[in-house]
T-cell receptor, first 114, second 112 residues
Framework: DTAVSQTPKYLVTQMGNDKSIKCEQN?????MYWYKQDSKKFLKIMFS???????INETVPNRFSPKSPDKAHLNLHINSLELGDSAVYFC?????????????FGQGTRLTVV | KNQVEQSPQSLIILEGKNCTLQ??????????LRWYKQDTGRGPVSLTI???SENTKSNGRYTATLDADTKQSSLHITASQLSDSASYIC???????????WGAGTKLIIKP
């Protein structure tokens, strides 16, 4: 009964490919996030959705496109993958937006672009 | 510029010993401060949340302190265990828009 689950856990792919990472939360939260953790271990927010609507969209290449079919799911699709996209991507959810309540994280997806 | 700086970058201690991790921030306006534990290959897990009016909060062997005047926080771990080996991340939340400002973390290694 994992609270926030993301798949796959590991993803190795070639430059130029298109790939998706899926995220689901069973906590009944209204807000979901995607974070990128780089090699220096900083967690940088990429997107946030509240009730299926985009509320945060940081400076992220438009090759990254989030999709929220319902408030329990927030998937991340990446087009034309580049070497610099290699990182760990974390999905998270919270009851309210913008850090007002506790955020719960998935276990991460390690993306390696070769 | 809103920033969160943590020290030390990494720390190695023997099992059973205590340690203290530091967090300095320049975030303003301040809403609350959180400490997260991130095990290798896992997502961050919340340890403590403190508002500016709280100056200490405990969660088992973890005790966080906050000095809102000097904009410093610390996380004290008592009687360390091997399972405490992880990265500890300080996060400060802006009061204006609740944006999370993340530190780079302190990597703690507990040796038997």
């Amino acid at each position: 009964d994992t609270a926030v689950s993301q798949t796959p856990k590991y993803l190795v792919t070639q430059m130029g490919n298109d790939k998706s990472i899926k995220c689901e939360q069973n906590l009944g939260h209204d807000t979901m996030y995607w974070y990128k953790q780089d090699s220096k271990k900083f967690l940088k927010i990429m997107f946030s959705y509240n009730n299926k609507e985009l509320i945060i969209n940081e400076t992220v290449p438009n090759r990254f496109s989030p999709k929220s079919p319902d408030k329990a799911h927030l998937n991340l699709h990446i087009n034309s993958l580049e070497l610099g996209d290699s990182a760990v991507y974390f999905c998270a959810s919270s009851q309210e937006a913008f850090g007002g309540t506790e955020a719960f994280f998935g276990q991460g997806t390690r993306l390696t672009v070769v | 510029k809103n920033q969160v700086e943590q020290s030390p970058q990494s720390l190695i201690i023997l099992e059973g010993k205590n340690c203290t991790l530091q967090c300095n921030y320049t975030v303003s306006p301040f809403s609350n401060l959180r400490w997260y534990k991130q095990d290798t290959g896992r997502g961050p897990v919340s340890l403590t949340i403190m508002t500016f009016s709280e100056n200490t909060k405990s969660n088992g062997r973890y005790t966080a302190t906050l000095d809102a005047d000097t904009k410093q926080s610390s996380l004290h771990i008592t009687a360390s265990q091997l399972s405490d080996s992880a990265s500890y991340i300080c996060v400060v939340i802006l009061d204006s828009n609740y944006q999370l400002i993340w530190g780079a973390g302190t990597k703690l290694i507990i040796k038997p």
